[in-house]
């Protein structure tokens, strides 16, 4: 009944019963209290002296009652119990019978009494707080959830379309989305999905620039060819190094558009790439004597050391 | 904004060829860049003779039955000197000739950058002087021809990028404009 309270989480109590009519006038509550006390003082000793009478005088009377109601040498029949038997039993009759009829009087002076005094009642308290004092209105809710399926009923009470218009309404959705959507990671990730500059790439390049990287794609096929069978012919083992460190691919900027340092950090990474690979090699094998192949490697050095100066 | 907004440029070359960039080229691909200008050469002396057939002509229209005889040598020093101009203004403006931007090639100098006037002379000069020192690059571990042994310098894969595509990444700075 009161779990709101003690769960001692709701809002302090207030008074939820109204006041009602005012009470007695002043001038007639003082006499009336001066009699209630007269008679309660007069009362005590009178009520304790016949409550003693009557415990002294009970075992007595109960015996002479006795005597009284079954006399000895009387019949049974004709004595004043038997006599008071059957006007109990006739007057049980009387009553159960009267009480069927009682209780319809009664039903009916319910129907009168109830609307009454539950509108007395109501008028005098707060029936509002009074609920949300006493009763524990998450538990109510949650067993409701519980029974019904609250999304079956929002898809057919709810105008979702009414909703959701009168939101939009409310609000600037291009507004939010800039505020609170990285639409540049979303374009990017987009752009790594569908590979737009290869698309844009695919497109702008025309019959003829495919017939030209093919052929650029096969002469470079028949350069890596022949260096591998010059290579073999002179027993090379180790691998060319082709990387042009420090060349510079952004030269021709200004005749033939700009793609500035787009490929120098890739030259140097395959130029490192290829001495590293080479220096395996060599190593692997141990064709070539330590000392040439560091009088090799440090010739090289010094070149490229030349050419990033 | 940004000095240097970054923006994702759909790269023109085609991924098989992006890590050749800035390699040197090997053998194959630079004969079929030197044919290709031997043959624009050649074109040029021949186009030259039927010129001058054709004036000829013009101005004595009797001449037209015999064609005037050019001797070999001078024919082989216009050659020469038209190679080797040719060569020159290529190595220093753009460092391609027509045969390397056809095959996507670059002539570089010792530090990896355009070359100076003078070595782009001498090496037109050397090219066309010797052009059997382009072999030596099968041969080099660095693909390297004798000529670029002699004068350090290097001849790269660098496609050429036409400046159409270019363009199209640079929408974010025209539209500041």
């Given at each position: 009944m009161s779990d709101a309270q003690d769960t001692g989480t709701s809002a302090p109590l207030v008074p939820v019963v109204k006041p009602g009519a005012p009470g007695l006038p002043s001038y007639v509550q003082g006499p009336l209290d001066v009699a209630l006390g007269t008679s309660v003082v007069v009362a005590r000793p009178v009520v304790g002296v016949t409550v003693a009478l009557v415990r002294a005088f009970t075992p007595l009377a109960r015996d002479t009652v006795a005597l009284v109601a079954r006399p000895p040498l009387v019949p049974a029949h004709l004595t004043p119990a038997a006599w008071a038997e059957a006007l109990a039993a006739h007057g049980r009759t009387v009553r159960v019978a009267g009480t069927e009829d009682l209780e319809v009087a009664g039903g009916e002076a319910l129907d009168v009494v109830i609307p009454t005094v539950l509108e007395r009642v109501l008028d005098r308290i707060d029936l509002t707080e009074l609920v949300l004092q006493r009763v524990d209105l998450e538990r109510i809710v949650g067993a409701v959830l519980d029974r019904m399926d609250l999304t079956e009923v929002v898809l057919e009470r709810v105008e979702l379309g009414r909703v959701i218009n009168g939101a939009l309404d409310q609000i600037d959705l291009n507004d939010l989305v800039r505020s609170r959507v990285d639409l540049a990671s979303i374009a990017e990730e987009v752009i790594d999905d569908v590979d737009l500059p290869e698309i844009i790439r695919d497109s702008t390049t025309g019959v003829a620039g495919a017939v030209v990287d093919g052929t650029r794609l096969r002469a470079v096929e028949g350069d890596e060819l022949v260096n591998r069978l010059v290579d073999r012919i002179l027993l090379r083992r180790k691998a060319r190094r082709t990387a042009a460190a420090g060349a510079s691919l952004d030269e021709d900027t200004t005749l033939f558009g700009a793609r500035p340092g787009e490929y120098a950090e890739r030259i140097e990474e395959t130029a490192q790439r290829q001495r590293a690979e080479s220096e395996r090699e060599a190593h692997e094998h141990h064709d070539v004597p330590d000392e040439a192949r560091a009088a090799d490697d440090t010739a090289d050095d010094t070149a490229e050391g030349e050419t990033r100066a | 904004m940004p000095e240097h907004p970054v923006v994702r440029r759909p790269d023109p070359i085609p991924p098989a060829a992006r890590p050749l960039q800035g390699l040197r080229a090997g053998v194959v691909s630079r004969t079929i860049a030197g044919g290709i200008d031997y043959a624009i050469i050649t074109a040029v002396v021949f186009g030259t003779y039927i010129a001058i057939v054709v004036v000829r002509f013009l101005v004595d229209p009797r001449s037209a039955g015999e064609l005037p005889t050019v001797p070999l040598a001078i024919a082989l020093v216009y050659g020469f000197a038209l190679m080797v101009l040719y060569l020159w203004a290529a190595f220093a403006t753009t460092g391609r000739t027509i045969g390397d931007r056809v095959m996507g090639l670059r002539v570089v100098g010792r530090k990896g950058t355009r070359m100076r006037w003078w070595g782009a002379f001498v090496r037109a000069v050397f090219c066309t002087a010797f052009?059997?020192?382009?072999?030596w690059c099968a041969v080099s571990r660095e693909n390297r021809s004798v000529q670029d042994i002699v004068l350090r310098t290097s001849v790269i894969h660098h496609w050429p990028v036409p400046p159409v595509v270019d363009s199209l990444s640079d929408v974010d700075q025209r539209s500041a404009l």
């Open positions: - | 052009p059997i020192g382009l072999f």
